[in-house]
């Protein structure tokens, strides 16, 4: 069976189980290995990408759902060389370690800081409760994230 | 990687077509809603199934309408959409806690209200659990047509449901009072509550507790509603400790299902606790409000 999607803005055709992961398709057939493996269960959020716009766990799309749609993975988020706001707080604070967890979050937090521009602490947090680190303690990446609105001359 | 299975995902575009693939049971879909919990069968070593039917494009299970005497709930709305559909209705502050809370926010995204409650298997639905506190009614359709039944019945007729069922919406009447939904979590989020109680109820303004209904989910293999607690409390003046009280000596009444979070004891014996807050919850909105 033949799936049409749009990866990274560029058109792309799957040939294959249409009952397979989208995770499991942009790592084994696609190569972009960015959004990573690891509960394979919609625990973690490793592995969320942005489909039709939405922050979403690839774990747990068949790609046989995603005919016709767009995904954006961490390769394709921000133009070669050049970091969103996320991801340029992030490494500002200096806040990454083992980086397993980073992908998916920069996923998860570049589209939430779309539709929340003015986060309190609390709203990060929440917001990233579907997002397992293992070695920051989190703080961090809230002091990091907080400074974006901080920034922007934003909070409060 | 399925590399040599040919797997299918069909796509039924109305109501009556996903009924007649369903009766065809040489193909044998799974109707897929979210796929939440579809997806994730190899990792509960089930087999995956060899072809799913998505819903997504049946319209018919799409919608949210809240009328004078009843509210609708189409089976795809997800938890998301749910608990953004429910702000600003007090009344229902419980079902909209357990559509916010629930997962995380990319599995709210898309797990959906008719697979919270279709999951056979799944102990933990915060959804369905607070629906029951709501005496909620579901409307299947299938080949021998549509018809409409208590959640409660639903919920234990999973087993025995005809294959080519879907669940295409939740009926809630329109009740006075108020509505809460506590869960206990290992952690505060992410993870499948260890035991749920959801409660609704009408306080009047001498604090007697009238039209009580608890719901508990997680403890057992099915959720279900503590009519002996209802019955007990019913007419009685909310006092936290003898509601607690009560629960203690009633929860006899639950076998607690074992499981690597929690031993099935642990879970009934966080039930009187839970219920107390639950109710203290309704009280202080009725208060705030
Ligand atoms: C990491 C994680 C944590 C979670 N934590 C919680 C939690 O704490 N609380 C909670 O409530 N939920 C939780 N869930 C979500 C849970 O999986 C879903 O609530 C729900 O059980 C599945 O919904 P779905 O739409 O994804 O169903 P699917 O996976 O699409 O389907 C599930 C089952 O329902 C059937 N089905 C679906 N829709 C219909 C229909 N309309 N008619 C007939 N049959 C149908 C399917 O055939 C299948 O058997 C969690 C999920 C994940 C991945
Ligand atoms: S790998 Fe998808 S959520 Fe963990
Ligand atoms: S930096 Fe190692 S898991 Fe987050």
Redesign the pocket.
């Known amino acids: 069976m033949a799936i049409r999607l749009t990866i990274n803005g560029e058109k792309q055709v799957f040939h294959g189980d249409p009952r397979t992961s989208l995770l499991e398709v942009l790592r084994d057939t696609f190569r972009l290995t960015g959004a990573k493996d690891v509960?394979g269960?919609?625990?973690c959020g490793t592995c969320n990408v942005h489909i039709n716009g939405e922050a979403l766990?690839a774990c747990?799309r068949p790609i046989g759902m995603l005919e016709g749609a767009e995904v954006t993975t961490i390769e394709g988020l921000s133009p070669m060389g050049t970091f969103n706001a996320v991801q340029a707080a992030l490494e500002k604070h200096d806040v990454v370690q083992c980086g397993m967890c980073f992908p998916g979050l920069v996923m998860t937090m570049s589209k939430f800081f779309e539709t929340n521009s003015n986060p309190s602490r609390a709203e990060i947090k929440s917001a990233m409760t579907?997002n397992l680190c293992r070695c920051t303690g989190y703080e961090l990446i809230v002091d990091a994230l907080a400074s974006i609105a901080h920034e922007r001359g934003l909070v409060q | 990687m399925r590399e040599e299975e040919t797997g299918e995902v069909y796509f039924a575009n109305s109501l009556d077509e996903a009924i007649s693939i369903l009766s065809d049971r040489e193909r044998s879909l799974?109707?897929?809603?979210?796929?939440?919990?579809?997806?994730?069968s190899e990792k509960r070593k089930e087999a995956l199934?060899p072809g799913f039917l998505a819903?997504s494009n049946v319209s018919e299970?799409r919608g949210f309408h809240m009328e004078s005497n009843q509210i609708s709930i189409g089976?795809?709305t997800?938890?998301h959409d749910l608990g953004v559909a429910l702000e600003g209705s007090p009344e229902l502050f419980g079902l909209a806690d357990?559509a916010r809370i629930?997962?995380?926010p990319g599995?709210r995204r898309?797990?959906?209200?008719?697979?919270?409650?279709?999951?056979?298997g799944?102990h933990?639905?915060?959804?369905?659990t607070a629906l029951l506190a709501l005496d909620a009614q579901v409307e299947?359709a299938g080949a021998s047509g549509t018809s409409s039944l208590p959640l409660s019945e639903y919920l234990n007729s999973r087993k025995e449901r005809p294959l080519d069922?879907?669940?295409?919406r939740v009926m809630l009447p329109r009740m006075a009072g108020a509505t809460s939904h506590v869960?206990l979590?290992m952690k505060s989020s992410?993870?499948?509550?260890v035991a749920i109680v959801s409660v609704g109820a009408v306080i009047s303004s001498t604090s007697v507790l009238t039209d009580l209904r608890v719901a508990i989910g997680s403890v057992e293999e099915t959720p279900r509603r503590w009519t002996a607690l209802e019955d007990a409390l019913e007419g009685q003046v909310f006092r936290p400790e003898e509601c607690k009280s009560q629960a203690r000596d009633l929860s006899v009444d639950f076998n607690g299902r074992d499981a690597v979070d929690a031993p099935g004891s642990y879970r009934v014996s966080v039930l009187p606790h839970l219920v107390q807050s639950a109710l203290a919850s309704i009280f202080n909105q009725k208060r705030g409000g």
């Open positions: 509960c269960e919609g625990f766990p747990l579907g | 799974v109707p897929i809603a979210g796929g939440t919990w579809l997806m994730r199934a819903l299970l089976a795809l997800t938890h357990a629930s997962a995380t599995v898309l797990a959906t209200v008719g697979g919270n409650i279709c999951t056979d799944f933990s639905p915060d959804i369905a299947v069922e879907i669940l295409v869960r979590t992410g993870d499948y509550p």
